[in-house]
């Protein structure tokens, strides 16, 4: 955070920063809330005594849950980054916990969904409330125009992002041109 406020000054202080200098400062700003959002997600795991994949999960789970699209197994090990195998073994840690459960409610009875169990929404609340009042406290000072400029900069990152994966990145690393890696 201090990272992002620093960039802040610089740029409100006049320096006259030149466009690459403010999109250097936004893309640290972003590293930075990322950084910050992977550490609340690991004292989440430690809060609950788990592994911080097996929260960042959770956290998945209660985040779909809450959007009113509760997720599959398959669609969760998208979000996680994780095999197929390695995605049953995470949840059933999860389920034998009492963190979740697994249900059918599909009219397909192949379809499994992932719902938090009943006693860990209000602990994930208590975790989680603070940091939801503090970001919509912070909000609160743009205008309705200005979030959605800003939902449609951050859709654009993120579908870039998306991309990016799925296409360069798709093996691990950026695709190798012109017959190798350069050094």
Known sequence: MANADAAADRTD????DDDATRV???MDGLRAFGANYTEFTRRFATWLG???TDA???V????AEDQGAPLSPARLSERVSLSSGATAIL???LEQAGHIVRTRESTDRRVVTLRSSPDIRPRAEAFFGPYAERMAEAMSAYSPQEI???EDFIGRLRSTMDALLADEYRDGGPAVRD???TA
Not at 13 to 16: K, L
Not at 60 to 63: A, H, K, M, N, V
């Open 148 to 150: 959605r400029r800003f």
């Open 13 to 16: 202080s006049g320096g006259g």
């Open 24 to 26: 250097d400062h936004l």
């Open 91 to 93: 949840l059933k840690r």
């Open 179 to 181: 017959g190798g890696p």
């Open 60 to 63: 998945e789970i209660l985040y």
């Open 50 to 52: 788990l592994h911080s």
């Open 56 to 58: 960042a999960a959770l």
